[in-house]
């Protein structure tokens, strides 16, 4: 244990939450399968970022997650690599319809990044991902989604023009994503989040990541995660 508190400390690591997995070394140390080790190389990914070393091992042990650290240090891979993993468990994947991942973003800009890295990581397994942003039309928005998919990455409004056009159902939906949740609160989409997490199912696995703190960020969080444990890397701000 003591071993544990200095290697974290050494990352300049906090937790704090009970049972909390230890942080790894490698992305061995994650037991991926050989598709997604392949994809990671096939990035250049040679070893997991500080919040990925901690936050990987606590979102595949199935808990809820606060993730703070600052932009650049590899939060988007932190949520994408265990998502595909707990897709790809998922006894309902050849069944059902609707996404299993959701992902919000606070813009078409953020939500196209997480877009591209998660479709380096789903090809191998085949696993669909849709964008749900501005930028494509409505309507061929609704086709792409009546088609069918595992994830969609999306920002706030166009999600819930899409539920509402019954574009999609959330009922297959166990891991939600709030990323950058201090900018989506900045940008007004607080009761947007509201809605779409009122629509996903109570026993899902809630992720939520952002550069900073503030008090109404922090009171969505308690009301939303259940038991979360919170990471925090490097100094930062509320
Ligand atoms: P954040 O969301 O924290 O701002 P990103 O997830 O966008 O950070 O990652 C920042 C950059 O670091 C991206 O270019 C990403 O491809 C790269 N990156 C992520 N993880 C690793 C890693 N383990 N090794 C090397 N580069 C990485
Ligand atoms: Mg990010």
Redesign the pocket.
């Known amino acids: 244990e003591e071993e544990v508190a200095a290697y974290r400390k050494s990352l300049a690591i906090r937790v704090s939450g009970f049972d909390v997995a230890r942080p790894v070394k490698t992305f061995e140390d994650l037991s991926f399968d050989s598709s997604l080790m392949s994809a990671i190389a096939k990035?250049?990914?040679?070893?997991?970022?500080p919040?990925?070393c901690q936050a990987c091992p606590i979102v595949l042990s199935g808990r809820d997650l606060i993730g703070i650290?600052?932009?650049?240090?590899?939060?988007?891979?932190a949520f994408v690599l265990p998502m595909m993993v707990h897709i790809m468990d998922q006894p309902e994947l050849g069944k059902g319809e609707g996404p299993i991942g959701v992902i919000c973003a606070p813009t078409r800009e953020l939500a196209q990044?997480i877009y591209s890295?998660a479709k380096k990581f789903a090809k191998a397994y085949g696993i669909r991902i849709s964008g749900v942003y501005g930028g494509m039309s409505k309507f061929e928005q609704f086709k792409e989604l009546k088609a069918g998919c595992e994830v969609v990455v999306a920002t706030p409004g166009r999600l819930i023009d899409m539920i509402k056009m019954k574009a999609l159902t959330m009922h297959r939906a166990t891991y939600l994503v709030l990323d950058e949740a201090d900018r989506m609160f900045d940008l007004g989409f607080e009761p947007q989040i509201r809605s779409i997490v009122g629509q996903i199912r109570p026993d899902r696995q809630t992720l939520l990541f952002s550069a900073t703190m503030p008090k109404r960020v922090e009171r969505l969080a308690r009301e939303i995660l259940t038991d979360p444990i919170r990471v925090t890397v490097g100094e930062v701000g509320s």
């Open positions: 990035q250049g990914y040679e070893r997991p970022t919040i990925q650290a600052k932009t650049g240090s590899g939060k988007t891979a990044q890295e």
